[in-house]
Each structure stands twice: as structure tokens, then as C-alpha cells.
């Protein structure tokens, strides 16, 4: 499983950005799919995730902010991240979860300046 994330940049209070992860293969195998983040000092934390279903959850922080949505077609999921704050700064990762197996993809920068 080979995921690969991108979309990342550097941008100013209350700007927008959307990220994108895409699957080498089907995402349909896939049990959920989402997105977590690390920022400089600190744990990795869970951010949004969607299920094959189409389900969605997100952490408090950023619920209503971020969208997660998923393309099947292009075997791609986004994070659709709208009012980003400067605590939003972090490297973002792809995961996908597959039979209780965690796949991440290399993550990409998001810096948010105030």
C-alpha cells in the first residue's frame, strides 16, 4: 500500500487549503481512510477519518473547519481545510486502515501564519 500526500503550503489566518492523499489501488479494500497531523514537539493526533461507507468523524479542533471527502473513482481521499488558524501548523499524514493494519503516507507541511 503505497499512499502519497499532497496540497500542503504556507498560507495566512482564516485562508484555505486542501490537501489530497491518493492510494496506489483501489481505496474500496480499504476500512477507513483519514488524516492525522504532527506538529513541531508534539504527539501525533487524530484529525478526521471517513469509512468506505462514507462516514465521517473529526477531532474537536477542527470540526466545522475541515471537511474529509473521498474520490473512489481516483482512489483519493481530501481534507478540505477552510478558517485555518495558526495552531493548525503541522506536518498532515495519510492513513489507511486495513484489516487492523495502519498504512501512512509520507506527509505533507501545512504552515499557517498569523
Known amino acids: 500500500v503505497q499512499l502519497q500526500a499532497s496540497g500542503g503550503g504556507l498560507v495566512q489566518t482564516e485562508e484555505s487549503l486542501r490537501l489530497s492523499c491518493t492510494a496506489s489501488g483501489s481505496i474500496f479494500r480499504f476500512n477507513r481512510m483519514g488524516w492525522s497531523r504532527q506538529a513541531p514537539g508534539k504527539q501525533r493526533e487524530f484529525v478526521a477519518w471517513?469509512?468506505?461507507?462514507?462516514?465521517?468523524h473529526y477531532a474537536g479542533s477542527v470540526k466545522g473547519r475541515f471537511t474529509i471527502s473521498r474520490d473512489n473513482a481516483k482512489n483519493a481521499i481530501y481534507l478540505q481545510m477552510n478558517s485555518l488558524k495558526p495552531e493548525d501548523t503541522a506536518v498532515y499524514y495519510c492513513k489507511a486502515e486495513l484489516y487492523g493494519i495502519d498504512y501512512w503516507g509520507q506527509g505533507t507541511q501545512v504552515t499557517v501564519s498569523s
Open positions: 471517513i469509512t468506505e461507507g462514507g462516514s465521517t
